[in-house]
């Protein structure tokens, strides 16, 4: 719910409502959640917003592709199983907005 107050907000903002046409996200269930209730605003809007959450949900194509790239890779022993590591807790540099406005700032 609150991903889709987000996105409605923002298409409140830019004069957007009634446009969407798709949402492109990765797989996880919070997006199934986040696509329905878009669909909930949209059909309760007025006039309501032509918009099917099945139909207007465009998975990530590359997400998808490296998640099976990944298991292929791990089933051929080519690389080793990280079933209980989150890749993404392997990142290195720091998450923040101070490090990116840090490296953008070095970058004028």
């Given at each position: 719910e609150n991903l889709a107050s987000a996105i409605w907000e923002t298409l409140e903002l830019y004069?957007?409502?009634g446009r969407i046409m798709a949402v492109n996200c990765d797989n996880a269930t919070n997006?199934?959640?986040m696509m329905d209730a878009l669909e909930r605003r949209c059909h309760a809007?007025?006039?309501?917003?032509?918009?099917?959450?099945?139909?207007?949900?465009?998975r990530c194509i590359p997400h998808t592709v490296h998640l099976a790239a990944l298991q292929l890779l791990e089933s051929i022993g080519a690389v080793p199983a990280q079933a209980d590591k989150n890749y993404q807790e392997s990142v290195t540099a720091p998450r923040s907005s101070e490090y990116d406005n840090l490296i953008a700032s070095q970058s004028d």
């Open positions: 004069g957007l409502k997006n199934d959640a809007h007025k006039p309501p917003i032509p918009f099917s959450a099945k139909v207007s949900r465009m």
